[in-house]
Structures are given as structure tokens and as C-alpha cells.
Nanobody, 126 residues
Framework: DVQLQASGGGLVQPGGSLRLSCAAS????????IGWFRQAPGKEREGVSL???????FYGNSVRGRFTTSRDNAKNTVYLQMNSLQPDDTAVYYCASGRPKTLIVALQTGNGMDYWGKGTLVTVSS
């Protein structure tokens, strides 16, 4: 079975940092792009980042310059380093995998992402 398990969420003060992990199993990890998406209460899902099979990274406008994604194919894990966190970053963060035709579109819409994991809650508050 395909599994994507996000972890590392929690409560952090504004300006703080967190690192999320997404551990994957059940598919050939290195063949898939892995994305991070988030959804805040009452808001639509938003693409945060996406890393391609060949390690190219794409970011949503609201996180570019603050968040960094990376992958470790030996560990079947993708990371999301989040710095300078703000209250607007509060959301449930999900990781997803897929082989989309267009990575930018996949980041913007989630289309082409085949597998989705359960999320981890990030709360930014003082």
C-alpha cells in the first residue's frame, strides 16, 4: 500500500522555524515528484512546494524565500524547512506524490498528484 506520513508539526511562535518530514512507502520514491500543500480553516488548499525527481524545487508565492524543500531518496523522505513562520502559515500541511506533466500546474492545483497523506498541523501563535 502507498503511504505518505507527514510529521513535525506543532506550535511555534512567530518568527520561529519548524522542519516537516514526509516519509513515503509503497512506490518507487525516486520516480515521483513530492509536494507539500496546506489548508487553513475556511481557506482553499494551497500549494507550498514541490520537488521534482531530479531535485528541482518550486515554491508558492507566499512561502518563497522562507521555506526550503529537499529530498533524501535513500530514506524515502522529503523535508520542508520552514523559517520566519507567521500566523498566516497556520494550517494542516499535507504531502503528496505524483508524476505530473507540468510541475508548476501541479503545485498550483494539486492536479497530477496521485497519492496524498494525512496532514500535520502547524500552528504559529504567540
Amino acid at each position: 500500500d502507498v503511504q505518505l506520513q507527514a510529521s513535525g508539526g506543532g506550535l511555534v511562535q512567530p518568527g520561529g522555524s519548524l522542519r516537516l518530514s514526509c516519509a513515503a512507502s509503497g512506490f518507487t520514491f525516486g520516480d515521483y515528484a513530492i509536494g507539500w500543500f496546506r489548508q487553513a480553516p475556511g481557506k482553499e488548499r494551497e500549494g507550498v512546494s514541490l520537488i521534482s525527481r531530479s531535485d528541482f524545487s518550486f515554491y508558492g508565492n507566499s512561502v518563497r524565500g522562507r521555506f526550503t524543500t529537499s529530498r533524501d531518496n535513500a530514506k524515502n523522505t522529503v523535508y520542508l524547512q520552514m523559517n520566519s513562520l507567521q500566523p498566516d502559515d497556520t494550517a494542516v500541511y499535507y504531502c503528496a506524490s505524483g508524476r505530473p506533466k507540468t510541475l508548476i500546474v501541479a503545485l498550483q492545483t494539486g492536479n497530477g498528484m496521485d497519492y496524498w497523506g494525512k496532514g500535520t498541523l502547524v500552528t504559529v501563535s504567540s
